[in-house]
C-alpha cells in the first residue's frame, strides 16, 4: 500500500513539474515571438500575460492587446484574448475573443462587437492548418462605408489533404443585416473550395497571408423575405486578386433586391428604375418575370452581363 502511495505521490509531483515546465516554455514562447515582430518593426504590445489551466491545460490570457504589422497596413486591438489548449493536445487550440476589439487596415478601422465569438484551430504536420472554426452568437462590424450585423453565424475551414493547397470552406448565418440591400436578412450560407498559393501555417499571421487562387463556389444563398439569391461558379484569381471566369447568378423576386437597396440608401431611385426595366426585359425572355437567372463574367477586371460590362470587379486579396 505505501508502495502504491509512493507511486501516485511520485507521478503526481512529475506531472506537475512537467506543467510547471511546460507553462513556463509556452510563455517563453510568446514573449520570443513577441520580441521577434518588436524587431521587425511591428507594434507587439499587452499590457499582462498570465499563463495558467493546472493541471491539464495550458491557458494563455492577455490584457490591453496590440498588434500592427507596417508592411500590410494590418492591425488589431483587443482588450482581452485567450488561446486555451490541453497540456497532451499542443496541436489543438481554442481562440476566445473579447465582446469588443477593432481592426485597421490601411487606415480604415472596424470595430467589432460580439458575443460568444470563439475560435479552433488544429494543426497538422509542419503546423499546417489542417482544420479551422469560428462561431459567434452575435457579431456586428462597422466600418468606413460597411455596417454588418450576423446572428448564429458558423464558419469552418478544412484541408482536402494535408499535402495541398486546397481548403473546403462553409459559412452560414441565421440571419444577417448590412451589406448592399440593408436591413435584415432571414440567413446566408456559402459552400466553396478554396486554392491557395501556400498552405495555411501558424505562422501566417507574420509571414503574409497566403493569397486565392482559383474558387470553386458550389453556392453563395442569401434569401430576405420573398428574394432570394444564389451565386455559383469557378474562378481563376492571378497574383493581383482579379477574378476570371464565370458565375451563375439566380435571382427570385428580384424586385425585392432594387427597393430594399433603395430603401437602405445604397441605391438612387432614378437608377433602380432604369434598372428595373432593363432586367424586367431580361427576365421575360428567360420565361419568369419574377426570376432573373444571369451568367457573370469576370475578365479583364471587370464583371459584365454577358458582353455588358456593369462595374470593376472586386480584388480577391487577403490583406
Do not use: C
Amino acid at each position: 500500500m505505501k508502495r502504491l502511495a509512493f507511486v501516485v505521490v511520485a507521478a503526481a509531483l512529475a506531472w506537475a513539474g512537467f506543467w510547471f515546465w511546460s507553462a513556463h516554455a509556452l510563455r517563453a514562447e510568446i514573449e520570443g515571438w513577441f520580441d521577434a515582430r518588436r524587431a521587425e518593426g511591428w507594434q507587439a504590445d499587452y499590457t499582462d500575460l498570465f499563463v495558467r489551466g493546472f493541471p491539464n491545460r495550458l491557458d494563455a490570457t492577455f490584457t490591453d492587446l496590440a498588434l500592427a504589422d507596417p508592411d500590410t497596413g494590418l492591425a488589431w486591438n483587443a482588450p482581452f484574448f485567450q488561446v486555451l489548449q490541453l497540456v497532451y493536445r499542443p496541436d489543438h487550440a481554442i481562440l476566445v475573443f473579447p465582446e469588443t476589439q477593432t481592426v485597421s487596415n490601411e487606415g480604415d478601422v472596424y470595430a467589432i462587437d460580439a458575443d460568444g465569438l470563439r475560435a479552433s484551430v488544429v494543426l497538422g504536420d509542419g503546423d499546417t492548418v489542417q482544420r479551422a472554426g469560428l462561431e459567434a452568437d452575435v457579431l456586428n462590424v462597422d466600418g468606413p462605408g460597411h455596417d454588418l450585423a450576423l446572428a448564429g453565424l458558423t464558419a469552418g475551414l478544412a484541408a482536402v489533404d494535408e499535402a495541398t493547397q486546397v481548403y473546403r470552406i462553409g459559412i452560414s448565418a441565421d440571419a444577417a443585416a448590412g451589406g448592399v440591400a440593408g436591413g435584415a436578412a432571414d440567413g446566408l450560407a456559402l459552400q466553396a473550395t478554396i486554392g491557395f498559393d501556400r498552405p495555411w501555417t501558424r505562422d501566417a499571421l507574420e509571414s503574409g497571408r497566403p493569397q486565392p487562387t482559383t474558387l470553386d463556389l458550389r453556392t453563395a444563398e442569401y434569401r430576405k423575405g420573398e428574394l432570394f439569391l444564389r451565386v455559383a461558379g469557378d474562378l481563376d484569381i492571378d497574383e493581383a486578386g482579379r477574378p476570371t471566369g464565370e458565375l451563375a447568378l439566380r435571382a427570385e423576386n428580384w424586385r425585392a433586391l432594387l427597393d430594399a437597396a433603395v430603401e437602405a440608401g445604397r441605391l438612387p431611385a432614378s437608377l433602380a428604375g432604369t434598372l428595373e426595366q432593363g432586367l424586367a426585359l431580361v427576365a421575360q425572355l428567360s420565361g419568369n418575370p419574377d426570376t432573373l437567372d444571369l451568367p457573370l463574367r469576370f475578365d479583364d477586371g471587370m464583371v459584365r452581363i454577358g458582353p455588358v460590362p456593369i462595374g470593376e470587379a472586386p480584388r480577391l486579396r487577403l490583406p
